[in-house]
């Protein structure tokens, strides 16, 4: 079966680092563009990140870049997302999607319908 695993979200101070992992089973990472979203309450979910599953780029929302960094680990199934220069308005729960490359050439990679599988998410909290 598919399944996505988020982990390393926690509480952490504001200006404080985290890396979230995603780490894939019943088939690799590879080849598949996956993404990072995230939900904080009473709002709706976002894009955060992605990495493309054909040529590696990189994409990052505004509220994030020069902060976040995405990068693959194809060893051991894994994405990650390292954090730097948390803020409170970065609290959120994150998940982790995929979706084919190669199916999704000219598809957003905000595009929330595209991504057919997600993990459970993991809870980031940056508070003082």
């Known amino acids: 079966q598919v399944q996505l695993v988020e982990s390393g979200g926690g509480l952490v101070q504001p200006g404080g680092s985290l890396r979230l992992s995603c780490v894939g089973s019943?088939?690799?990472?590879?080849?598949?563009?996956i993404a990072w979203y995230r939900q904080a309450p009473g709002k709706e979910r976002e894009g955060v990140s992605c990495?493309?599953?054909?040529?590696?780029?990189?994409y990052y929302a505004d509220s994030v870049k020069g902060r976040f960094t995405i990068s693959r680990d194809i060893a051991k199934n894994a994405v990650y997302l390292q954090m730097f220069s948390l803020r409170p308005e970065d609290t959120a729960v994150y998940y982790c999607?995929?979706?084919?490359?190669?199916?999704?050439?000219?598809?957003?990679?905000?595009?929330?319908?595209?991504?057919?599988?997600w993990g459970q998410g993991t809870q980031v909290t940056v508070s003082s």
């Open positions: 999607a995929r979706r084919p490359s190669s199916d999704n050439v000219r598809v957003s990679w905000t595009d929330q319908s595209s991504y057919v599988y």
């Open positions: 019943g088939y690799t990472l590879d080849y598949y563009d």
């Open positions: 990495i493309s599953g054909t040529d590696d780029s990189t």
